[in-house]
């Protein structure tokens, strides 16, 4: 049985109209489906307004789909009962892109990792639990000085730190890490993915990691979806989409990396026009105002997400199956 | 002749605690219509680097403690208040990170141009610059587009009106810090072959401040790495990027995934940055650096020149 199965997810908000009585939605998650086994990571990258966030909220239920089944463990997570639903709020987890404003300021570092097994009552004596608090810390390379001490104390990299080990205090089993590297300094980077590499490992986790940096989800993903105003345009295994995009804003993606131009690519004529707003979706293909490929058929009709192999998905017209 | 000379500036940030010199001993220089990149994490003292330039730095909390910098032969720091505001924003312009931050939100964008026209260049303040302006930055339906408020505009075309702004005064230095850090890929890879096009185009130097090393590696002629407070590397950009000396420089670059290299742990640096109240002794760098010996905590090591204009801080890999 897979960890967890998402299948044709929607998520619509209503937002203010103009008029009066005018109704408008916005689509912010269209029909998404995918798998994810344990052990394993699946990425999300996609531009700013793509919707990525709604879909990783929902996951840890902070937001209610509109349409769609999550299932996890084969249960379907929005008919759980009061008991089953406080266990999956254990068993998975959220790391926040900025580490300054995911912590409570006003805890000790002891008093926030320590906060989520005390709610779920996982343990009960206390110095049991600061026995565990320790252990978590220094997993996440930390050490025992850093109990008594405030988030303010600590640079962004090990506050992110603290953030993951806030996460792991309830043993998930799935961790939606929702840009956890982005505000991260290079060098600093660099280790949190080499320790959630780790911990996967350790602790066989599974991963659901957004991000907008295609070379940070190259490293750790071994899936891949891209995501364009609310839909998946590919799908499939990682390393393949990123060595060999079909659709083509996967390939505007790709080249659009700093520093990943080549001197082939000089007279590549570059990335054009702006993402549309959610609220304005174009009709047809998502993409066909800014794709450089677009033809009468792409304004008119939606393409649907399908497999040019058996495990790699695109939604675009002119890529054809792979025999 | 350069057209900018920073010559061993210092600055200085004091706070209740003390005082902490944020930069130390900086040079470098810039010629007309050249791309120069300051390269360097959060806390290494690059955007106060390009604040000093025209003195933009609060003082208190700031001091200069040292140095000269020379723009377009004029020394900085000997020049009057009025001199000064026509400096900013005149010969040299800035972008920022933030374009919303930036603007008034309720101004419409072509009278913040216009503003920034009648400031610096009172005899183009007309409509027919501010389309020109719009034109230039590649905005399109520039008549129409003047109309509107920054908020009805997308986070890549505020930068466009910025480097409009910034562009009104015909600046012969363009300082952009992190410009394409709040944007979007795609967007990102936009702006930056516009100010490489307007560069070659209008013929000013641009001094660009980034952290990511694939945006300097697309854009700089020549860059400057600094590593908390000081430059550790200086030299063209291919062959600092390429074959970098300084360990903190190479140390960089490994540590950044890079694209087509699949799963692989990252060699990262160990520990942080350190924060200015406690920059160590010696080499900045040795608490953090694989080459370290015990020499590297008790002098500070010199910018020492490795040929071909490159300079490097490491008596290690480049002896005196």
Redo the contacts between chains.
Sequence with gaps: MKLLEVQELEIRYRVQGNGFRERRYLQAVNQISFELDRGRTIGLVG??GCGKSSLARSLVLLEEPTNGEIRYQGRNILNMNRAERKDYRRSVQMIFQDPYGSLNPKLTVEASVAEGIRLQGLMTKPDQIQKEVIRLLEKVGLDASATKRYPRQF????RQRIGIARALAVRPELIVCDEPVSAL???????V??LL?ELQTDFQLSYLFIT?????V???SHELMVMYLGQIVEQGPA?KI??QPKHPYSQ??????????TEADENWS???G??PSPLNVPPGCPFHSRCPLAEERCRLERPLLKPITPRHLVACHLVATED | MALLEVNDLSIELSDRQGTYRIVDGLSLDIAPGESFCLIG??GSGKSVTALSLTRLLPSPPFSYAGGEVRIDNQDVFGLDDRTLRRLRGGKVSYIFQDPVAYLNPVHRVGTQILEMLKLHRPEKANQERIVELLKLVEIPAPELRLKDYPHQM????LQRVMIAIALASEPLLLVADEPTTAL???????I??LLEKLRRQLGMAVLLIS????????FADRVAVMYAGQVVEYGKATEVLNAPQHPYTE??LE????????????????G??P?PHSFPSGCRFHT?CNLTEPSCSISVPPLHPAGDGRMVRCPIRVPS
């Design positions: 531009e700013s640079s962004g990299g090990q300094d290079v060098s600093v980077q660099a280790q993915i080499n590499r907008h940096d295609l070379a940070v190259e490293n750790i390393k990123i060595s505007m993606l790709i080249a659009s990396i700093p520093g990943n131009r570059g990335s054009r702006d993402i | 994490e959060s997308s986070g890549g075309m979007d890929v795609t967007v990102q890879e936009q930056l072959r952290h990511n090393l694939g945006v300097v590696h697309d140390a960089l540590a950044a995934p890079r694209i087509g290299s699949g799963q692989h742990r990252l060699q990262a640096i160990p942080q940055v924060p953090r």
